[in-house]
């Protein structure tokens, strides 16, 4: 019997959410970065294949004591926040307990930093997300993908769409990234952010 006023339990410590696009299209593209940070976080974590399930590709791995699960929703970007919303209901968790990965415009070419809740700087991924949350306040790891160059006629959603530029050592920020998750899911956003913040 449940006790009033009391929430279940979590099932697990974090949910690790990695946005982009689904199929191979977009996948070698700069909205897909958060993706591959989260594949190399299983790799490393030797998650397995993953299982299909709440609309994206699924791991649940163990890190130490930690219990996480690693999601790559398998909708596109602005509809990502069907697939996360789906399983924090599954495992129950709070907004504190959910971190995503993603591209950001904003932030320079492989500048990596660690963000605790705040706005959603027009990403259609993190708007999705927080609307079918009702809330922002989730921890971010965000892989500066930085903008056009200034001239070029692109519109940042056609850019961002595209593969990186030949010589970007795109490895070296997926590895970057990995990094940065890991400390956040081990030490928390605090030391994370003073971890890679500014580097």
């Known amino acids: 019997m449940r006790l009033p006023g009391r929430s279940p339990a979590p099932t697990l410590d974090h949910l690790v ?16 970065l958060g993706v591959r940070v989260v594949e190399e976080l299983g790799r490393r974590l030797g998650a ?23 999601l790559a929703p398998e909708t596109y970007m602005n509809d990502s926040g069907r ?18 990965v993603h591209d950001e415009i904003d932030l320079p070419l492989g500048d990596i930093r660690a ?4 706005g959603l700087a027009g990403h259609n991924g993190l708007r999705s997300v927080a609307g079918a949350l009702g809330g922002s306040d989730f921890d971010r790891v965000r892989l500066g993908i930085g903008r056009p160059d200034r001239g070029d ?3 940042v959603a056609d850019w961002v769409l595209l593969p990186f530029d030949p010589g970007v050592d795109v490895d070296a920020m997926v590895q970057q990234g ?14 994370a952010m003073r ?5």
């Open 115 to 118: 963000k605790a809740g705040g």
């Open 83 to 100: 697939s996360v919303a789906s399983a924090m209901r599954f495992y129950k968790l709070p907004l504190d307990a959910l971190l995503v």
């Open 17 to 32: 959410v990695g946005l982009g696009n689904p199929g191979p299209r977009y996948r070698d593209t700069r909205h897909n």
């Open 195 to 199: 971890s890679f913040n500014g580097r």
């Open 178 to 191: 990995a990094d940065c998750a890991e400390c956040v899911v081990r030490e928390g956003i605090d030391v």
């Open 153 to 155: 006629p692109r519109p």
């Open 48 to 70: 397995g294949s993953p299982r299909s399930k709440h609309s994206g590709r699924l791991w649940e791995v163990r890190d130490g004591d930690r219990r996480l699960a690693l």
